[in-house]
C-alpha cells in the first residue's frame, strides 16, 4: 500500500500545491498501478481531489485557516481511496444533485460535486466527533 496523509490550513490558494502533490503522488505510483494511463488518471483524481478540498475550505471550514483540511489517499492493489476531512457539518449527498443545465454560464460555483461524480466510482461521507469525512474512491 502507498498512502499519501496531509494537514493543511483552510487557505484556498493552497489547491494549486495540492494538485501537484496528488499528482506527483500518482506518478510515484506507477510500479503499483500496472497498465493505467497516468497522465490521465492524474489529471482525475487532482480535479476530484482540489474539488473536494475547495468546498472544505469554503463550505465546511467556511474558510476559517485557523481550521484544518485533512487529505489522506491510499493505493492499494487497484482501488485508490481518498479521504477529505474538514470541521464543518457536512451535507446530505442525495439532497445535492445538481442539474447543472440549471447554473448560469457566469457562475463559477455549484459544480463541484457533480464534476468529482463524474471522475470517480464512488463518492460517501460520514460525520463523526466534530469532523465531517468526504470519501472517494476510484477503481483502476
Known amino acids: 500500500m502507498i498512502r499519501l496523509e496531509l ?7 493552497l489547491l494549486p500545491l495540492i494538485g501537484d502533490m496528488v499528482e506527483t503522488f500518482i506518478t510515484k505510483a506507477r510500479d503499483e498501478l500496472g497498465n493505467v494511463d497516468f497522465e490521465d488518471l492524474a489529471f482525475k483524481i487532482n480535479l476530484a481531489v482540489t474539488e473536494a478540498i475547495a468546498n472544505a475550505i469554503k463550505h465546511g471550514n467556511k474558510e476559517k485557516e485557523e481550521l484544518p483540511v485533512k487529505l489522506l489517499i491510499e493505493l492499494e492493489k487497484d482501488v485508490l481511496k481518498i479521504e477529505v476531512t474538514d470541521c464543518g457539518e457536512g451535507f446530505r449527498l442525495e439532497k445535492k444533485e445538481v442539474d447543472i443545465s440549471k447554473i448560469p454560464e457566469n457562475q463559477d460555483s455549484g459544480r463541484g460535486l457533480y464534476i468529482i461524480k463524474k471522475l470517480v466510482d464512488e463518492v460517501s ?9 468526504f470519501y472517494m474512491t476510484k477503481r483502476l
Open 7 to 13: 494537514t493543511l490550513p483552510s487557505n484556498i490558494k
Open 125 to 133: 461521507y460520514s460525520y463523526e466527533n466534530g469532523e465531517y469525512r
